[in-house]
């Protein structure tokens, strides 16, 4: 879940980047690139260049301050080829869990006893896996190393948590968590939170997408919607599902449906 603009980004990154250099406790930093060829194929994508910068992490580009997409599945897409269509919800092919994986997603909780956000994982998994006729299911595991998505802290610029889209027909990786920086937000705005980043993971795109083209629109869902679990901003902190994020995520991901989006 993204949470500041991008003068505000640049300053919260330059502040932590002065951080560093007084003393060592942060020891890496998202970096904002310049690189005109990638920018220009995020946005084409979909997705907001213009207010949020693309940052590098890793081995991830971030983008619109929470989504983090592998670097090598963007240099792969040839743009040309996608059907690109409309805003929002869903982005094509790479970023889609397959029929196969949906059904057992194993979701290892890494963050400190101390924390509420802890308690929230639980919660939120369990909101994704009540959704009617769909066929997603998040399940904990105590094995890390088999775990198909990893719950952490982690300093994160500008972002509250940051999620992690699939690749290779799997869910995304990884899910981060500020706990430092908002160790404020209490048990139900975790909640929220760690439901918005698990939707990323499956595949989900913002609800309030401003990018003219890129995504694909999900039929019958709508392309600006504030109370959807996938909108950006947090002014509405305490979200859960609601009735066009589960149908969404039945068209993705009901395995009975013959048109379903997922393969
Ligand atoms: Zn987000």
Redesign the pocket.
């Known amino acids: 879940?993204?949470l500041l603009k991008f003068t505000a980004i640049i300053v919260v990154a330059l502040t932590f980047a002065q951080c560093e250099q007084e003393n060592e406790i942060i020891d890496s930093i998202d970096t904002i690139i310049q690189d005109n060829e990638t920018i220009d194929k995020i946005a084409k994508l979909g997705f907001d260049t213009k207010n949020y910068p693309v940052l590098k992490d890793g081995e991830y580009f971030t983008v619109?301050?929470?989504?983090n997409i592998l670097a090598d599945d963007i240099e792969k897409i040839n743009i040309n080829n996608q059907n690109i269509q409309s805003k929002q919800r869903r982005f094509p092919l790479e970023f889609i869990v397959s029929c196969e994986q949906i059904r057992y997603i194993t979701v290892f909780n890494n963050l400190p006893n101390n924390s509420p956000a802890r308690g929230a994982v639980n919660l939120a998994m369990q909101h994704w896996n009540d959704i009617d006729k769909c066929d997603i299911r998040f399940a904990a595991t105590s094995n890390i190393n088999s775990a198909e998505i990893i719950i952490s802290k982690g300093p994160l610029v500008g972002a509250v948590g940051k999620?992690s889209f699939p690749t290779g027909g799997k869910p995304g990786k990884y899910i981060r968590l500020d706990l430092d920086q908002f160790s404020f937000l209490d048990y139900g705005r975790w909640r929220t939170v760690i439901e918005?980043?698990l939707g990323?993971n499956i595949g989900f795109a913002?609800s309030d997408d401003i990018a003219e083209n890129g995504a694909i629109l999900i039929s019958g869902t709508p392309s600006n919607d504030s109370n959807s679990i996938?909108f950006?901003g947090i002014s509405n902190f305490n979200r859960t599902l609601n009735g066009d994020d589960k149908k969404a995520a039945r068209l993705m991901y009901n395995l009975n449906f013959s048109d379903r989006l997922c393969n």
């Not at 619109?64 to 989504?67: A, K, L, M, V």
């Open positions: 879940m993204k619109e301050g929470d989504i999620g918005h980043e990323h913002h996938m950006s």
